[in-house]
């Protein structure tokens, strides 16, 4: 049965309604990949729309909306997850204020994230990301450069690596966008028989190509206007 509602809640049933067809697609369980809302540009007021459907998750790309709805949101329990590129004098607030940051992608950062996570007495959650694009404006640590950095990651005791996570070319091509993802995987399979089993984690696909990454074996995928809608909030 496909949904029409254009609410907020019509377009979340319609989602994970993709999601679980892509999955069982794909030959995994129904339940397999997880829906992460990215709600970068959007206001409190629709944030808290979304957590009285239930979700709890919130995606953003600046450490600025991060405090700014940090501050809004005060009274709910939100659990904020930095995707974007993060600056290094970013990492106090991100050590204050996240629950997990998929966009680590140098030591420099990780070992400013690990001394302010020390001063705050408290771990994070950490995904990798890597730039299996090969657009200059994509961000991520290069793919043959994991084995070492997962090794010098070892020392910083506060950042739990939990996965890896990366944009898809922004092509046209099917083949060229699931090539992205199927790298990922397959870097991930890598670093699991290295003995990292714990970096399990697939974060990749977004409004315009998440059934291709499930396809490729995501484990969330990161929405944002096929959630809330089209970004004309200004």
């Known amino acids: 049965m496909a949904f029409s509602d254009s609410s907020l809640s019509g377009r979340l049933a319609q989602l ?9 697609q794909a030959g995994r369980p129904a339940n397999a990949v ?12 629709v944030l808290a729309q979304a957590l009285d459907l239930g979700l709890s998750r919130m995606g953003e790309n600046k450490v600025q909306e991060i405090r700014d709805k940090q501050a809004e949101l005060a009274d709910r329990a939100v659990q904020w997850v930095m995707i974007g590129h993060l600056q290094s004098n970013k990492a106090k607030d991100i050590a204050r204020l996240a ?3 998929q966009s680590l992608d140098r030591l420099s950062l990780a070992q400013a994230l690990d001394r302010h996570l020390q001063t705050e007495q408290r771990s994070l959650d950490v995904l990798i990301q890597v730039k299996t694009s090969p657009e200059p404006s994509k ?12 090794q010098s990651l070892r020392s910083l005791d506060t950042l739990k690596v939990r996965g ?6 922004n092509s046209d091509d099917p083949q060229a966008v699931r090539a992205c993802f199927a790298q990922l995987r397959q870097w ?13 984690g697939l974060s990749m696909g977004m409004s315009g190509d998440f059934e291709l ?22």
């Not at 990454?213 to 200004?234: C, H, K, N, P």
């Open 164 to 169: 890896l996570m990366t944009m898809a070319v």
């Open 213 to 234: 990454a499930i396809q490729e074996g995501s484990t969330e995928v990161r929405l944002g206007s096929a959630l809330f809608g089209a970004r004309d909030y200004g």
């Open 16 to 24: 994970r309604q993709r999601i679980e067809q892509a999955c069982l």
């Open 188 to 200: 991930r399979d890598r670093l699991v028989e290295l003995g990292y089993e714990q970096v399990q």
């Open 139 to 150: 961000f991520g640590l290069a793919p043959q450069e994991l084995p070492a950095f997962m």
């Open 34 to 45: 997880a829906l992460l809302p990215v709600s970068k540009t959007f206001p409190a007021p």
């Open 99 to 101: 629950s997990e940051v």
